[in-house]
């Protein structure tokens, strides 16, 4: 069964004239609580901040006050710098509470890799942190040869090339046969 546009209820003009007194109504909440926000301020500042009087006073009572008032910014400083310090912290937190939520969703993007390189020890220090303590040194686990046994294993026998022949000949007719061609004028 095919589907029927639905037409709305409220017309246009209509939904214009509720748009429009939406926002004037939002424009008026804003006003009203910037305005509040204004007269709290005002309030606030007038309860921590006494008015100063300095009409009148001497030197002497100038100084004081001066003192005063520098100890007062002393403290609100020290305050400011706590909850500084606070503040940071607790960013820090989220923003690593943030990083192990995404890993545990698996949404973890990963960061460009480079090529680095690393000596042996250098990536085992850094797996094993302190742990390691032996250093890798490949060429010592080799298997060590020594010149003289390979020479041992060889022995080089310079000796007559034709005996070598009269050995390998085997059968009495090659030898014969290497004999015979060796010297054409015996027969």
Request: positive net charge.
């Amino acid at each position: 069964m095919p589907e029927v546009e639905r037409k709305s209820k409220i017309t246009a003009s209509r939904k214009l004239m509720l748009k429009s007194l939406m926002l004037a109504k939002a424009k008026e909440c804003w006003e009203q609580e910037h305005e509040e926000r204004e007269t709290e301020k005002q309030r606030y500042l007038s309860e921590r901040i006494p008015t100063l009087q300095t009409r009148g006073l001497s030197l002497s009572a100038l100084q004081d006050l001066c003192r005063e008032l520098h100890a007062k910014v002393e403290v609100v400083d020290e305050e400011r710098y706590d909850i500084e310090a606070k503040c940071l912290h607790n960013t820090r937190e989220i923003k690593d509470l943030k990083l192990k939520v995404l890993d545990l969703r698996g949404k973890f993007k990963r960061p460009p890799l480079r090529r680095v390189r690393v000596s042996a020890d250098a990536m085992l220090r850094a797996l094993l942190g302190s742990k390691h303590k032996v250093s890798m040194d490949l060429r010592a686990n080799l298997k060590s040869v020594k010149k003289e046994d390979t020479e041992k294993e060889r022995p080089v026998e310079v000796g007559d090339w034709r005996k070598n022949v009269e050995a390998m000949s085997g059968m009495e007719g090659r030898k014969k046969m290497f004999d015979a061609a060796k010297s054409p004028t015996s027969q």
